[in-house]
């Protein structure tokens, strides 16, 4: 087992190239918030929803130096990677395609036994949620690397007026909540993006010419980079989770349509 340590700066640490070998790395379950109602006179009490809280994980290292000059130095290099002042992404190697946006939650201080040092780090997981490493756009991976189902054909730009996409993910891609981008490049009038399965339904009440792109950002909504907010029908889009079937109306073919987001999962 290893563990590798990702900073926002994309700067990567592989622990046991370092010499920093990991012992167990161990998730919690979700942390539930409830949220309750109590009504007088009734029995029980009003199920208002539940949110996920942060998440705990802990793991458990050691270190071996030749000399006591090179423990130091390996110890100052564990509290140099492991530093909390920003977060940061963690990844096991048992799960390599999955990664934890983490800080440290407690001090830890080696146990030092001779040349070897011992320590356990006890990570807040800030989203509950684990993310893929790739999104889905990203030219540097592969379907299974993105979505784990090997061989399986599974396509995230679209040149046709129906058409799925897969969320291989445990939770709904929420644009509010996520990266999400879907891009469409080409012309159309009244462009109307439908998931049929969602019943979500987003629509831009002006046009675009064969090479424009109108893009749905988080909550931005741009035609060639200038916002186009104001002539849209201000819906998002949002995606299931597994798949979910689209229709593209107002769009004169040829025209293209991606979909750009990471799979979040349990």
Do not use: C
Request: charged content about 20%.
């Amino acid at each position: 087992m290893n563990t590798i340590i990702q900073r926002l700066d994309g700067t990567e640490y592989d622990l046991e190239e370092l010499g920093i070998i990991t012992r167990d790395f161990v998730v919690s379950s979700l942390a539930p918030r409830h949220y309750f109602e109590v009504i007088q006179g009734r029995h029980g009490a009003v199920d208002l929803g539940t949110e996920y809280d942060v998440r705990t994980i802990n793991a458990s290292f050691y270190q071996k130096a030749v000399d006591s000059e090179e423990y130091a130095s390996k110890r100052h290099d564990a509290f140099r990677i492991f530093r909390s002042n920003e977060p940061f992404y963690v990844i096991e190697s048992r799960n390599p395609n999955k990664r934890w946006l983490v800080k440290v939650a407690t001090p830890f201080q080696p146990d030092q036994r001779q040349l070897y040092g011992f320590f356990d780090v006890e990570f807040t997981a800030i989203n509950p949620f684990a993310e893929s490493i790739f999104t889905t756009l990203d030219p540097s991976a592969n379907a299974a690397q993105i979505t784990g189902l090997g061989s399986r054909a599974v396509n995230y730009k679209h040149t046709t007026a129906t058409f799925e996409i897969l969320n291989d993910g445990d939770i709904e891609i929420d644009p509010r909540a996520v990266p999400f981008a879907i891009t469409f490049t080409g012309a159309s009038t009244n462009l109307k993006i439908k998931n049929l399965t969602t019943g979500d339904v987003w629509q831009y009440t002006g046009n675009s010419a064969g090479s424009d792109k109108v893009v749905l950002n988080g909550i931005r909504a741009t035609k060639n980079g200038l916002s186009v907010f104001r002539d849209t029908n201000r819906k998002l889009i949002t995606l299931a989770p597994g798949w979910n079937a689209f229709e593209v109306t107002g769009a004169t073919s040829p025209f293209e349509i991606s979909f750009d987001f990471r799979y979040y999962t349990i």
